[in-house]
Structures are given as structure tokens and as C-alpha cells.
């Protein structure tokens, strides 16, 4: 009896003090990080993602080359070692890294990367559009040399190439063995499944509370040094919760901070913000071909109705500044001469009345997406203003993949306005912004905006590589959408993360806002 009492009160000592001492150091191998919401539609090819998906694909799957973590606007290797330009820019080789494997154990070659080019194009959804305007053919040159036949020259084809949408490199053979006649690339299969090239793999998913990501133990990058070999990808939809794992370490990293917790999380001892610079430009999409917004008084008033220095100063905590026009200030040909909207109701009032609207008179709706706070906030303060004017809002928030079918549908079954931000994911104005959020029936234009001119002023872009002419494409292009009053211009943003004080290696590239590369974090 004595003796079961002893092994009763070992056993228990090692309840209370092995396991908690094995789960330390289990911990120290293991990163819990929170996002807003479920990654959604994983295939790299068929998908319109936010930060969630990003960071799958970020962290599972693998690109050519991206941008350097010291100098954004340069491009460095992944998957590919070296690159060489022929015939002005309209002809790239790719020479690329030997002895990768594929999370199934086949073999990374010349072979893969025509097949991931091959099927993102045939599949021409969401990132296609870039890709189709500049590929004309992808040539197997040897077993690790790939040709690039451009359809025009393009100086920047590798800058391309480290988009965050699209040019992933997938396993041939495992998306080929789930191909059907009736889903040639597998895009069904692909939702949900992951074979790429990168440091982590997908063990278990559960919908809308977790995905494990544990490490690919053939990654070519090894995994000596200090390295989190496991991520626990929580759901946390809200900003409160998101907060509080962080303060009270259940949470080690997470995204879309609140900017309202921000001086909050700021003192806390055991947490460190991150306020990144990015390319982020916070728009609301105004559905040019749903009346009454199909005339441009009326969205032209509603851009006066917009609260912009409240909106910067209390949403925003000053962590943006209003924007000016369609693209960013850091951005490539961006016209800091365009007009800038200001808040001024009783402009707003005039061109109402000017469009047949003198006393309002109508109902419009707005999208936010679920879990970002400050997105419901910037709602509520243009609902206010527009309720002066006559006009009722209402607002209504859902997450990103229901926001992206809602955003799909034939104009005019599409909601009145929705909130969201375009980011450039490399300095290229007219491909990463100019086109795909203003051009007739892209997939980004949720303005559902079409104007021929602009289609053909665009259009001389391709026609020249004088960068003065490039200028004054870009600088007429903006003026013509903030003339036209596509969309309301918020503001340039900053996205901050935050994580646990003993979190080290994070670092954010403000091309790719919102995520982070894990493998190159770890525990001190």
C-alpha cells in the first residue's frame, strides 16, 4: 500500500513538474500564432487571398525569387540562384537551385516550374491577370534551366516573379494525381492541399479554430540554428482576443493589431509592436454601375462626405496619413499633384442635389471584414456623416472568402461599397494597381468600374519604355480615377504585428504586409 502511495506520488510529481518541464521545452521548438480568420481556398493559383492565406503560402509554398529584407525594391534568389536578360527584355533565363525536393519527395526541376506557369495561366482566375498580359511561353531549357518567352519587354520580370500572388512553385506530381477530365488542374483537390517546396507542411487542419504546420525535415535550407519546427495558426477572429493571448502568452505573434490597443500593447513588458511600412492603401470600393452610385456627383459627394483627418487621427491612432489619389506616396509614379478629397458636407450636399438627390433619399450598404475593428469603425463614422446628408448605411461585416464571392457577382448584385486595401507586391504601378483595380471585368475591380479612355490611355504604357512617357501615362491614369471618384481614397497604412518579447527574427517586408516568414524566427 505504501509502496502504491510512493509510485502514486511520483507519478504525480511528474504530472506536476516532467510534463510541465517537457511541454517548456516543447515550446521552445513551437510558435502559436493568431489570425483574423481560416486561410481559405489554398490553391495558389485560383485564389483572391488576404494575410491568412498569405501566410500559408508564405510559409508552405515557394516562388523563383522575392523581395530582400533589407532593400524591398531589390529581388533575390529562392528557387532560383541566378537569372540572365536576352533580346531587350523580352527573353529571361532562370537557372535554378539543385538537390530541392517537393513535400512529396519528388524532385524540384525545369520541369515544375513550366508546370506551376502552365496550369496558373490555364486556370486564368484572381493573380492570372499579370501573368497573362506578360508570358507569352514557358520553355524547358535542361533539367534546372527554364526560359521566360515574354510577350513584351519587361525590365522588371523578375520582380514579377517574387509576387505574393501566383508564381508559386507546386509538385507536378501530386497535383497531377488528383487532376480529373472535369478538373484538369485539380483546382477542387487544391483547396485544401499543399505540396510545395517550402520549410513547413500541413498536418492537420481544423475549419475555422486551427492548422498545425509542422516541419518539412528535407528542406533544403536544413534546420540547424534555431528554428520553430511547429506552428499552432489559431483562429481569433476578435482584436480583444487577439490582445489578450499575447498578454497573457497564448499567443506568441499575431496580425491585425487594433489600432485602438496599440498604446496599450506598447507598455505591456511582455509584448513588442511592430508598426511595419508597407504599400497599403486603404480604399472603399464605390459600385460605379449600381445606382444611384453609377453617377459620379453621387460618389464624388460621398468622397466629400468621408471623415479623413478623424478617420487618420482616432481610427487610425496616426499610424496612416490620408491618401492621395490611386497610388501610394512610395510608389513608383505616383502624381502628387492629384486632387485630394476633403471632408466638406456642405460640398457633398451640392452635387447630391446636382445628381436629383437634394435631400439624400436613398439606402446604400458597406462590407467590412470580420475581425478587423477599425474597419467597423471607419463604417460607423461615414454612416454618421452620410445620415447628415439623408442617406442611410448599413453596415454589415463578413469574412474575406465571402467578401471576395459577394465582390464577384454581375454589378449589380454586388453591394453598394466595401472596404478594403490594395498592396503593390513590387514597385510596378501599372500591372500591381493601375490595371488590375480599374480595368473592365478584372477580379480586383470590386468598383465594377469601366472606362474606355482609361483602358486606352493604359494601353500606350505598353508601348514605350521611356520613363518620362511612363510618367505621364501614370500621372493622367490617377487623375482620371480620382476625377471619376472610382473609389474613396482612405489612407496609406501602417500594419502593425505585435509578439511575445522572447519571439526574435521577425521582421515584416513592405511588399508583403501582414504576415510573416516563420522559419526564420525563434525562442531565446
Same mark, same amino acid.
Given at each position: 500500500?505504501?509502496?502504491?502511495?510512493?509510485?502514486?506520488?511520483?507519478?504525480?510529481?511528474?504530472?506536476?513538474?516532467?510534463?510541465?518541464?517537457?511541454?517548456?521545452?516543447?515550446?521552445?521548438?513551437?510558435?502559436?500564432?493568431?489570425?483574423?480568420?481560416?486561410?481559405?481556398?489554398?490553391?495558389?493559383?485560383?485564389?483572391?487571398?488576404?494575410?491568412?492565406?498569405?501566410?500559408?503560402?508564405?510559409?508552405?509554398?515557394?516562388?523563383?525569387?522575392?523581395?530582400?529584407?533589407?532593400?524591398?525594391?531589390?529581388?533575390?534568389?529562392?528557387?532560383?540562384?541566378?537569372?540572365?536578360?536576352?533580346?531587350?527584355?523580352?527573353?529571361?533565363?532562370?537557372?535554378?537551385?539543385?538537390?530541392?525536393?517537393?513535400?512529396?519527395?519528388?524532385?524540384?526541376?525545369?520541369?515544375?516550374?513550366?508546370?506551376?506557369?502552365?496550369?496558373?495561366?490555364?486556370?486564368?482566375?484572381?493573380?492570372?491577370?499579370?501573368?497573362?498580359?506578360?508570358?507569352?511561353?514557358?520553355?524547358?531549357?535542361?533539367?534546372?534551366?527554364?526560359?521566360?518567352?515574354?510577350?513584351?519587354?519587361?525590365?522588371?520580370?523578375?520582380?514579377?516573379?517574387?509576387?505574393?500572388?501566383?508564381?508559386?512553385?507546386?509538385?507536378?506530381?501530386?497535383?497531377?494525381?488528383?487532376?480529373?477530365?472535369?478538373?484538369?488542374?485539380?483546382?477542387?483537390?487544391?483547396?485544401?492541399?499543399?505540396?510545395?517546396?517550402?520549410?513547413?507542411? /500541413?498536418?492537420?487542419?481544423?475549419?475555422?479554430?486551427?492548422?498545425?504546420?509542422?516541419?518539412?525535415?528535407?528542406?533544403?535550407?536544413?534546420?540547424?540554428?534555431?528554428?520553430?519546427?511547429?506552428?499552432?495558426?489559431?483562429?481569433?477572429?476578435?482584436?480583444?482576443?487577439?490582445?489578450?493571448?499575447?498578454?497573457?502568452?497564448?499567443?506568441?505573434?499575431?496580425?491585425?493589431?487594433?489600432?485602438?490597443?496599440?498604446?496599450?500593447?506598447?507598455?505591456?513588458?511582455?509584448?513588442?509592436?511592430?508598426?511595419?511600412?508597407?504599400?497599403?492603401?486603404?480604399?472603399?470600393?464605390?459600385?460605379?454601375?449600381?445606382?444611384?452610385?453609377?453617377?459620379?456627383?453621387?460618389?464624388?459627394?460621398?468622397?466629400?462626405?468621408?471623415?479623413?483627418?478623424?478617420?487618420?487621427?482616432?481610427?487610425?491612432?496616426?499610424?496612416?496619413?490620408?491618401?492621395?489619389?490611386?497610388?501610394?506616396?512610395?510608389?513608383?509614379?505616383?502624381?502628387?499633384?492629384?486632387?485630394?478629397?476633403?471632408?466638406?458636407?456642405?460640398?457633398?450636399?451640392?452635387?447630391?442635389?446636382?445628381?436629383?438627390?437634394?435631400?439624400?433619399?436613398?439606402?446604400?450598404?458597406?462590407?467590412?471584414?470580420?475581425?478587423?475593428?477599425?474597419?467597423?469603425? /471607419?463604417?460607423?463614422?461615414?454612416?454618421?456623416?452620410?445620415?447628415?446628408?439623408?442617406?442611410?448605411?448599413?453596415?454589415?461585416?463578413?469574412?474575406?472568402? +465571402?467578401?471576395?464571392?459577394?465582390?464577384?457577382?454581375?454589378?449589380?448584385?454586388?453591394?453598394?461599397?466595401?472596404?478594403?486595401?490594395?498592396?503593390?507586391?513590387?514597385?510596378?504601378?501599372?500591372?500591381?494597381?493601375?490595371?488590375?483595380?480599374?480595368?473592365?471585368?478584372?477580379?480586383?475591380?470590386?468598383?465594377?468600374?469601366?472606362?474606355?479612355?482609361?483602358?486606352?490611355?493604359?494601353?500606350?504604357?505598353?508601348?514605350?519604355?521611356?520613363?518620362?512617357?511612363?510618367?505621364?501615362?501614370?500621372?493622367?491614369?490617377?487623375?482620371?480615377?480620382?476625377?471619376?471618384?472610382?473609389?474613396?481614397?482612405?489612407?496609406?497604412? +501602417?500594419?502593425?504585428?505585435?509578439?511575445?518579447?522572447?519571439?526574435?527574427?521577425?521582421?515584416?517586408?513592405?511588399?508583403?504586409?501582414?504576415?510573416?516568414?516563420?522559419?526564420?524566427?525563434?525562442?531565446?
Amino acid at each position: 500500500m505504501k509502496l502504491c502511495k510512493a509510485v502514486w506520488l511520483v507519478a504525480l510529481l511528474v504530472m506536476c513538474f516532467g510534463v510541465m518541464s517537457f511541454v517548456g521545452v516543447a515550446q521552445e521548438n513551437v510558435i502559436n500564432v493568431g489570425f483574423r480568420g481560416d486561410p481559405g481556398n489554398l490553391d495558389p493559383a485560383a485564389t483572391m487571398p488576404t494575410n491568412n492565406t498569405w501566410f500559408m503560402f508564405y510559409n508552405v509554398y515557394e516562388r523563383l525569387c522575392r523581395a530582400d529584407k533589407e532593400d524591398p525594391n531589390k529581388v533575390v534568389g529562392i528557387l532560383a540562384t541566378d537569372w540572365k536578360v536576352f533580346e531587350d527584355g523580352k527573353v529571361w533565363v532562370f537557372y535554378l537551385r539543385q538537390g530541392v525536393l517537393f513535400h512529396d519527395g519528388t524532385p524540384f526541376n525545369a520541369e515544375a516550374v513550366k508546370y506551376s506557369f502552365d496550369r496558373l495561366i490555364g486556370i486564368a482566375k484572381g493573380p492570372a491577370s499579370w501573368f497573362l498580359d506578360v508570358i507569352d511561353e514557358v520553355i524547358v531549357e535542361g533539367e534546372y534551366v527554364v526560359k521566360f518567352n515574354l510577350k513584351r519587354p519587361y525590365s522588371i520580370f523578375p520582380n514579377l516573379l517574387s509576387a505574393i500572388d501566383g508564381p508559386y512553385i507546386v509538385s507536378p506530381t501530386a497535383f497531377k494525381a488528383h487532376a480529373t477530365s472535369d478538373d484538369p488542374w485539380a483546382t477542387e483537390w487544391t483547396r485544401e492541399n499543399m505540396v510545395g517546396t517550402g520549410p513547413y507542411v /500541413i498536418t492537420e487542419w481544423v475549419h475555422e479554430q486551427y492548422v498545425i504546420l509542422e516541419a518539412f525535415v528535407d528542406y533544403w535550407g536544413g534546420w540547424e540554428g534555431k528554428h520553430f519546427t511547429k506552428i499552432n495558426f489559431k483562429i481569433v477572429r476578435e482584436p480583444s482576443s487577439r490582445k489578450l493571448g499575447l498578454l497573457i502568452g497564448t499567443l506568441d505573434y499575431t496580425e491585425d493589431i487594433a489600432f485602438t490597443d496599440i498604446p496599450s500593447l506598447v507598455v505591456a513588458k511582455d509584448v513588442n509592436v511592430h508598426a511595419n511600412s508597407t504599400t497599403q492603401h486603404w480604399i472603399v470600393h464605390m459600385n460605379n454601375q449600381r445606382a444611384p452610385l453609377d453617377n459620379p456627383k453621387v460618389r464624388q459627394a460621398i468622397s466629400y462626405a468621408f471623415p479623413y483627418t478623424d478617420t487618420i487621427q482616432y481610427i487610425f491612432q496616426g499610424y496612416a496619413r490620408q491618401a492621395q489619389g490611386g497610388l501610394g506616396r512610395g510608389l513608383l509614379y505616383h502624381n502628387d499633384g492629384v486632387v485630394m478629397y476633403e471632408t466638406d458636407l456642405e460640398k457633398a450636399a451640392e452635387l447630391l442635389a446636382e445628381a436629383g438627390h437634394p435631400e439624400g433619399g436613398f439606402t446604400l450598404d458597406i462590407l467590412t471584414i470580420t475581425g478587423l475593428g477599425f474597419q467597423q469603425q /471607419i463604417a460607423e463614422a461615414l454612416q454618421s456623416n452620410l445620415a447628415q446628408l439623408g442617406i442611410s448605411l448599413e453596415i454589415r461585416s463578413y469574412p474575406w472568402p +465571402t467578401l471576395v464571392e459577394m465582390n464577384s457577382l454581375d454589378p449589380q448584385e454586388r453591394p453598394y461599397m466595401t472596404i478594403r486595401y490594395n498592396a503593390p507586391d513590387f514597385n510596378d504601378p501599372f500591372s500591381q494597381t493601375l490595371k488590375p483595380i480599374y480595368f473592365c471585368d478584372d477580379p480586383w475591380n470590386w468598383s465594377a468600374y469601366c472606362n474606355p479612355y482609361y483602358e486606352d490611355v493604359y494601353a500606350r504604357a505598353a508601348t514605350t519604355t521611356d520613363p518620362d512617357e511612363l510618367k505621364a501615362i501614370a500621372y493622367e491614369l490617377q487623375e482620371i480615377v480620382v476625377g471619376d471618384a472610382v473609389n474613396i481614397f482612405i489612407a496609406e497604412g +501602417t500594419q502593425v504585428a505585435a509578439t511575445r518579447k522572447d519571439i526574435k527574427g521577425y521582421y515584416a517586408i513592405s511588399f508583403y504586409p501582414g504576415f510573416a516568414y516563420i522559419y526564420d524566427m525563434y525562442r531565446e
